[in-house]
């Protein structure tokens, strides 16, 4: 079974630094692109940004390019995006999410919550 | 605002057939074959319905169906069923540059 298992949000205020983790297994996780995809409470979908299979090339959305960084371990079959430099506008659920072609996401995590306030 | 275009509510009754439309410029729908299609409950992640504007993954029934004409992807859902009143998310490629582009959503009752 195809598990995807964020982990590491919360409550941070403004400027501040996450590091959230998605733990894969149920598939061959070093054979995959991989993205996150986020939503803002009520709002709609945003791509934040992809990985390719061994890390040597990675895309952003220009609002967290220089800001947000992602990376992948396929020794542990996990993904990772570091944030920093958090606004208020960051605010979302962040889910991992498997790339089975372009602007095709076929397996995705829970999520989890980050909250930017003060 | 989002990038594409999609009406923000649609509905139909059980065992119609509904569409819902997904507008977008040259640079993303209409400049490339690689549009999705995504149906969120709520509190629920969203699942992948149709991809490369036409192909349904295993396990997605064939009343779900998706087109393109011009710079306007549309999602066709056939003889409407209650499960299938949900949120769905159009989403495209837009080049190098943007890279990914989504609607606003659509809410789709069922009546």
């Known amino acids: 079974e195809v598990q995807l298992v964020e982990s590491g949000g919360g409550l941070v205020q403004p400027g501040g630094s996450l590091r959230l983790s998605c733990a894969v297994s149920?598939?061959?996780?070093?054979?995959?692109?991989m993205s996150w995809v986020r939503q803002a409470p009520g709002k709609g979908l945003e791509w934040v940004g992809n990985?390719?299979?061994?890390?040597?090339?990675?895309y952003y959305v220009a609002s967290v390019k220089g800001r947000f960084t992602i990376s992948r371990d396929n020794a542990k079959n996990s993904l990772y995006l570091q944030l920093n430099s958090l606004r208020v506008e960051d605010t979302a659920v962040y889910y991992c999410?498997?790339?089975?072609?372009?602007?095709?996401?076929?397996?995705w995590g829970q999520g989890t919550l980050i909250t930017v306030s003060s | 605002q989002s990038a594409l275009t999609q009406p923000p509510s649609a509905s139909g009754s059980p065992g119609q057939s509904v569409t819902i439309s997904c507008t977008g410029t040259?640079?993303?729908?209409?400049?490339?074959?690689?549009v999705s299609w995504y149906q969120q409950y709520p509190g629920r992640a969203p699942k992948l319905m149709i991809y490369?504007?036409?192909k349904r993954p295993s396990g997605v029934p064939d009343r779900f169906s998706g087109s393109k004409s011009g710079n306007t992807a549309s999602l066709t859902v056939s003889g409407l069923q209650a499960e299938d009143e949900a949120d769905y998310y159009c989403s495209s490629y837009a080049g190098s540059n943007t890279h990914v582009v989504f609607g606003g959503g659509t809410k789709l009752t069922v009546l």
């Open positions: 990985i390719k299979q061994d890390g040597s090339e990675k």
């Open positions: 999410v498997r790339d089975v072609g372009v602007v095709a996401w076929d397996y």
């Open positions: 149920g598939f061959t996780f070093r054979s995959y692109w």
């Open positions: 040259s640079s993303d729908v209409g400049g490339y074959n690689y």
């Open positions: 490369d504007v036409t």
